[in-house]
């Protein structure tokens, strides 16, 4: 089915830990974002990528690292787990900016 | 500083009521302004969008109400249905899309 695959759906890291959120979609969207969910916050933006080999940072980027060397494929990188990055991520893409999102299933991050 | 403010944070109507979920924004730049439903352990769907061009948009039971010179806008529900029960967010575009915190509604049968 077309659409947006994340994986893990669970994961549970130790603090220091890095890991990196797979992020693929087969829609042929050039845009292509990371969101953390948290309670009362809302959907956050991370990082996002208006087509291959071009990222930007959004309102919460610090811990986190991305690329986009392919069209399908954005993973987001956590470089040194902290407590503070537990949260439900979401991978979302379009054709254009951000209209029309298509989002993943969601990771739901541990971090202890 | 969250640039898209959403209120209420949760809201409980009975079936059949009209429950309107409200969204403010600063930046006029804002291009586009859509409406997404979250049901639990799932991602966001989108629902309705609107351009600043237009002030209403219907889409079903669901209808998008927006004042530029305000800049707000609202979204309201005809008819609720419990399987409505779910979590809404407004969103707005700018050079990247944000969102609200979100609204939790409940529809009581």
């Known amino acids: 089915n077309a659409g947006v695959t994340q994986t893990p759906k669970f994961q549970v890291l130790k603090t220091g830990q890095s890991m990196t959120l797979q992020c693929a979609q087969d829609m042929n969207h050039e845009y292509m974002s990371w969101y953390r969910q948290d309670p009362g916050m809302g959907l956050r933006l991370i990082h996002y990528?208006?087509?291959?080999?071009?990222?930007d940072q959004g309102e919460v980027p610090n811990g986190y690292n991305v690329s986009r060397s392919t069209t399908e494929d954005f993973p987001l990188r956590l470089l040194s787990a902290a407590p503070s990055q537990t949260s439900v991520y979401f991978c979302?893409?379009?054709?254009?900016?951000?209209?029309?999102?298509?989002f993943g299933s969601g990771t739901r991050l541990t971090v202890v | 500083q969250q640039q898209v403010k959403q209120s209420p944070q949760s809201l409980i109507v009975q079936k059949g009521g009209i429950p309107i979920i409200n969204c403010a924004y600063e930046n006029t730049a804002f291009d586009y302004f859509p409406w997404y439903q979250q049901f639990p352990g799932k991602g966001p769907a989108l629902l309705i969008a609107?351009?600043?061009?237009?002030s209403e948009k219907k889409e079903g039971r669901f209808t998008i109400s927006f004042n530029k010179s305000a800049k707000q806008f609202s979204l309201h529900i005809m008819d609720s249905q419990p399987g409505d029960s779910a979590t809404y967010f407004c969103?707005?575009?700018?050079?990247?899309?944000?969102f609200g915190a979100g609204t939790r509604l409940t529809v009581k049968p």
């Open positions: 969103a707005a575009r700018g050079k990247d899309m944000r």
């Open positions: 609107i351009r600043p061009d237009v």
């Open positions: 979302a893409s379009s054709y254009f900016a951000g209209e029309g999102y298509t």
């Open positions: 990528s208006v087509g291959a080999g071009i990222t």
